[in-house]
């Protein structure tokens, strides 16, 4: 299982920190990906970070957005800067051994507004 | 790498549902399926073209070729009634989902 936290209502241009906690399933030993779902839209994937540790970002998160793992707390971060209101989503931890999206959190909404 | 699906497709219970996802060469890439039914996250019901996982009914299966991958849903009930999203994962970055399509059950 994964359980993701850290949502919440942010002002543009603010940041906020999302974590993904793996219960039985080691974060470290899959592809560890954020993909995020704006309200009434579809899915997008935001980030990746690697079994071996190789990072990726979408380009609208590029710059703004870090991934990074804790292996002792088996979870998985998203730092998130610069924060606009396009970036309003709920934001799904998910994990695979594979080039796609096997297992998934329950999400956690991220708000930009003022 | 743009990936087409129609916005929403409608069949009666009992019947077969297709759903299509358009791409150059499509076939030539391996494509998955995933289920979201509103207010849950998405589920995988399809993946490397055409296996399911487990848990996932035989009621499910998928095809590639061409410029087209389908996800076909035999016998479909009201229970199936979600949005459906076809993904392809062409690198280490470069990762895309289709545009959804919205499967009603009449």
């Known amino acids: 299982q994964l359980v993701e936290s850290g949502g919440g209502l942010v002002q543009p241009g603010g940041s906020l920190r999302l974590s993904c906690a793996g219960s039985?399933?080691?974060?470290?030993?899959?592809?560890m990906s954020w993909v995020r779902q704006a309200p009434g839209k579809g899915l997008e994937w935001v980030s990746v970070?690697?079994?071996?540790?190789?990072?990726y970002y979408a380009d609208s998160v590029k710059g703004r957005f870090t991934i990074s793992r804790d292996i002792s707390q088996n979870t998985v971060y998203l730092q998130m800067n610069s924060l606009r209101a396009e970036d309003t989503a709920i934001y799904y931890c998910?994990?695979?051994?594979?080039?796609?999206?096997?297992?998934w959190g329950q999400g956690t909404l991220v708000s930009v507004s003022s | 790498y743009v990936l087409t699906q129609p916005p929403s497709v409608s069949v009666a219970p009992g019947e077969t549902a297709r759903i299509s996802c358009g791409g150059t060469n499509i076939g030539t890439k391996s494509v998955h399926w995933y289920q979201q039914r509103p207010g849950q996250a998405p589920v995988l019901v399809i993946y490397?073209?055409?296996d399911r996982p487990s848990g996932i009914p035989e009621r499910f299966s998928g095809s590639n070729s061409g410029n087209t991958a389908t996800l076909t849903i035999s016998r479909v009930d009201a229970g199936d009634e979600a949005d459906y999203y076809c993904?392809?994962?062409?690198?280490?970055?470069?990762?895309?989902f289709g545009g959804g399509t919205k499967l009603t059950v009449l």
């Open positions: 970070i690697y079994s071996g540790g190789t990072i």
């Open positions: 998910t994990g695979s051994r594979n080039y796609f999206f096997q297992y």
């Open positions: 039985d399933f080691i974060v470290s030993d899959n592809y």
């Open positions: 490397y073209d055409t």
């Open positions: 993904q392809v994962w062409d690198s280490g970055s470069d990762v895309f």
